[in-house]
């Protein structure tokens, strides 16, 4: 999916700022693409952009209004849905990552047909992918892997994107989630892929490139999450990636929502992604660790991202306290 900025982020009626952290991370990583904020009675949420009507928002040029909150269970709210019908009779599309779909309201699908208009339901991929072939491609690779889920990988690789953009090299961030979709403007939420495509749904996002193009492919789950860890093995094999960093958070008891199972040590996960990486790249390596220390005092991080650098022999940063500069530097 292609989706059309600049953008409107729809607040809805969130009733705090962590029910519209989807719209809260495009914010912080296309702030260029985002002109204002529409927000009804009662929300909470608040990202410091201009205050827009449907009116305004069109009349300043705005391509796409983004649903960037999450009410319990995902589900389109009935007041959200005159505003965003409003929004399509004004000539703009319309994006969410509800697990309801924008299409399954009969109002919104047929007014978007009749004004010409797209319904992006980024959560449920819109096309069909092939099996992967697992053949070499041209371009090189970087992909995310984690210890464990929610643990930067998102974050990890937009940081690299941006710092080698910087340094005037070739990159791109490629989106496997929803709220990576809305930042790239495209992508593929790679956990509603069906099993058998996962690998080929990842050719597709990163294909064929130029030899100085890097590919920065967002993370999913973790080979060690019992949940998720049939899409952690796709990504690797679908990105054969030529680097991989791997993110970690270090004051967890136990993986997210499975308590009876401890986190694996970095060395395992290292070893268990690289046997992984090696049937597609076996030139495959990690050059750096990203460690989510956020729960740690400064000197307790210092002291931790130290001692993983000793003992692993690879650059180990905070990327939001110390920058993936130096993760960036092993790619030269």
């Known amino acids: 999916m292609d989706i059309q900025h600049p953008y409107l982020m729809f607040l809805g009626d969130a009733p705090d700022r962590l029910a519209a952290k989807t719209a809260q991370g495009v914010a912080d990583w296309r702030p260029e693409w985002c002109l204002g904020q529409f927000r009804m009675e009662g929300c909470n949420a608040d990202l410091q952009l201009p205050d827009m009507t449907m009116e305004e928002a069109a009349a300043a040029g705005v391509k796409t209004v983004i649903v960037g909150v999450a009410n319990r269970g995902g589900v389109i709210s009935k007041p959200w849905i005159a505003v965003l019908e409003r929004a399509l009779e004004l000539g703009m599309d319309v994006a969410a990552g509800l697990h309801n779909r924008l299409s399954d309201v009969a109002v919104l699908r047929e007014v978007a047909a009749h004004h010409g208009r797209t319904l992006f339901d980024v959560r449920h991929p819109q096309e069909d ?7 070499k491609r041209s371009g090189k690779r970087v992909l995310a892997v984690g210890t464990d889920c929610s643990v930067g990988k998102m974050y990890t690789t937009l940081a690299m994107e941006k710092e080698m953009r910087t340094r005037g090299w070739n990159a791109d961030f490629r989106a496997t989630g929803q709220t990576g979709i809305f930042i790239a403007g495209s992508g593929v939420s790679i956990d509603a892929v069906v099993a058998d495509f996962i690998s080929g749904a990842v050719e597709a996002i990163s294909p064929e490139n130029s030899d100085d193009h890097w590919d920065l492919i967002e993370g999913q789950g973790s ?17 054969q ?13 136990h993986m997210r929502g499975l308590p009876d199972y401890k986190l694996p040590s970095l060395e395992d996960c ?7 990486a090696h049937l597609t790249n076996p030139d495959a390596r990690f050059v750096g660790v990203a460690v989510n220390t956020f729960h740690m005092s400064p000197e307790d991080a210092g002291s931790y991202l130290q001692e993983v650098e000793s003992r692993l022999g690879l650059p180990a940063v905070d990327p939001v306290r110390n920058g993936v500069g130096r993760i960036v530097d092993q790619l030269n």
Do not use: I, Q, W
């Open 129 to 135: 992918y092939a099996v992967a072939s697992g053949k």
């Open 270 to 276: 290292m070893s268990a992604n690289l046997a992984a």
């Open 241 to 253: 990636a030529d680097a991989l960093v791997l993110c970690h958070e270090p004051t967890r008891p």
């Open 223 to 239: 080979l060690f999450h019992a949940s998720f860890a049939g899409v952690s093995l796709g990504l690797l094999h679908g990105a």
